[in-house]
């Protein structure tokens, strides 16, 4: 089992950014991929970045094409942890922001992904 426990969401203006973090519970975080996801209201969930567990040498990284060139995702292995660095940031960014762990290298999909954290709210105010 891992548990995951997202932080840094909240209300900011739009051009603005934020990171949010999401920390692992696993003594093996740096074998999974690890993605967010977001979900807005009256819509369903879609993939926004994710990163490729480390055992496979470099991490790689994958983006929706509505956040490519705005979002950065990262890991920190050594604090179980992976971020999302968020900027310029649209009010159609404004969702619940998920992070998830997948044993799937290259996971879009929400069903490729086993374990999710509970979610924080991101409101980019227009």
């Known amino acids: 089992q891992v548990q995951l426990v997202e932080s840094g969401g909240g209300l900011v203006q739009a051009g603005g950014s934020l990171r949010l973090s999401c920390t692992a519970s696993s003594r093996t975080f740096s074998s999974y991929t690890m993605g967010w996801f977001r979900q807005a209201p009256g819509k369903e969930r879609e993939f926004v970045a994710a990163i490729s567990r480390s055992e496979w040498t470099v991490s790689s990284t994958y983006y929706a094409d509505p956040v490519k060139g705005r979002f950065t995702i990262s890991r920190d292995n050594a604090k179980n942890t992976v971020y999302l660095q968020m900027s310029s940031l649209k009010a159609e960014d404004t969702a619940v922001y998920y992070c998830?762990?997948?044993?799937?290298?290259?996971?879009?999909?929400?069903?490729?992904?086993?374990?999710w954290g509970q979610g924080t709210q991101v409101t980019v105010s227009s």
């Open positions: 998830a762990a997948s044993n799937v290298r290259t996971g879009r999909r929400p069903a490729d992904y086993s374990y």
